[in-house]
C-alpha cells in the first residue's frame, strides 16, 4: 500500500479504548510535533497535556454549561456559520457519522448525546489543549503556526497508533478548561485535541470523510504539461 493510499484511509477517531496512554509516548510525539515550521521561529504554541480528575471536570464542567444554556465563550473567534459548499460539506460528514452510528433524524436524544460527545472531548484518554501566546494575538501567524503544529501532532500521534479529533467543542467554555487545566492569562485558548487509542469497533471510527480533489483545490500555473 501507498503512503496517498494510506493517507485517503485516514479518519478522525471518535471512540477510544479505556486505555490510558503513557506520559513518555505523549513527550515523543510532541517533540516530534514541535519540529513544526513557524514564522521567524517564534514557536508561538503551548501544550496542556490532561487526564483523570482534571479532564473529567472539564467534561463535567463542559455538559453542564452547554445543557444550561451557557453562551460560548471560545477565545479563537469561530466566524459567521458555513454556508453554501462549505456548509453542504459539514452537512455530508454529519450525515455520514450519523449513517454508521445508526442515529435516526428524529431520535433527538441519540443526536443530542453525539453532540455532547464533543464537549466530552469524545470520551478520549487524553485532551491536548492548544494554546498561543497572548502577546502575539494582534496577528494572524501565530495562528497559523498553532494550526501547523497540530496537524504535525495528530500526524505523530497517528504514526504511532494514537488517534484524534481536532476540535473546539471542547474548548468553547473556555473558563471551565482555564481552571481545571490551569491556563495562564497571558495564553489565548485556541483548539483542542482528544486523543487515545482508537476503538476499531466503534462505527464512526470507519468513517472517511470525502475530499476535494487536486483538480478542484489547485491551479497550476506554468506548466508545460
Not at 183 to 189: A, G, K, N, R, W
Request: with cysteine; charged share 30%; net charge neutral.
Amino acid at each position: 500500500m501507498s503512503f496517498a493510499d494510506v493517507v485517503r484511509g485516514r479518519r478522525s477517531i471518535r471512540g477510544y479504548l479505556d486505555k490510558p496512554v503513557p506520559r513518555a509516548l505523549i513527550e515523543e510525539i510532541l517533540e516530534i510535533a514541535m519540529r513544526a515550521p513557524s514564522s521567524m521561529n517564534t514557536q508561538p504554541w503551548n501544550f496542556h497535556v490532561i487526564t483523570g480528575e482534571p479532564l473529567d471536570r472539564i467534561r463535567k464542567g463542559n455538559t453542564e454549561n452547554i445543557l444550561a444554556g451557557v453562551p460560548d465563550s471560545r477565545e479563537f473567534r469561530r466566524g459567521s456559520a458555513f454556508e453554501g459548499v462549505h456548509r453542504e460539506r459539514q452537512i455530508h460528514v454529519a450525515k455520514q457519522l450519523f449513517g454508521a452510528m445508526g442515529i435516526e433524524r428524529d431520535d433527538k436524544e441519540r443526536r443530542q448525546d453525539w453532540v455532547l460527545r464533543g464537549f466530552r472531548q469524545f470520551d478520549a484518554p487524553v485532551c491536548v489543549i492548544i494554546t498561543y501566546d497572548r502577546v502575539l494575538d494582534d496577528g494572524d501567524d501565530s495562528k497559523f503556526d498553532c494550526g501547523a503544529v497540530t496537524t504535525a501532532l495528530v500526524n505523530a500521534a497517528w504514526s504511532r497508533g494514537l488517534g484524534c479529533v481536532i476540535n473546539s467543542q471542547g474548548i468553547m467554555q473556555s473558563p471551565v478548561v482555564r481552571e481545571h487545566a490551569g491556563i495562564p492569562d497571558d495564553q489565548v485558548i485556541m483548539k483542542a485535541v482528544a486523543l487515545g487509542w482508537p476503538d476499531e469497533t466503534f462505527p464512526a471510527n470507519a468513517v472517511v470523510s470525502t475530499r476535494k480533489s487536486v483538480e478542484e483545490a489547485a491551479r497550476f500555473v506554468g506548466f508545460s504539461d
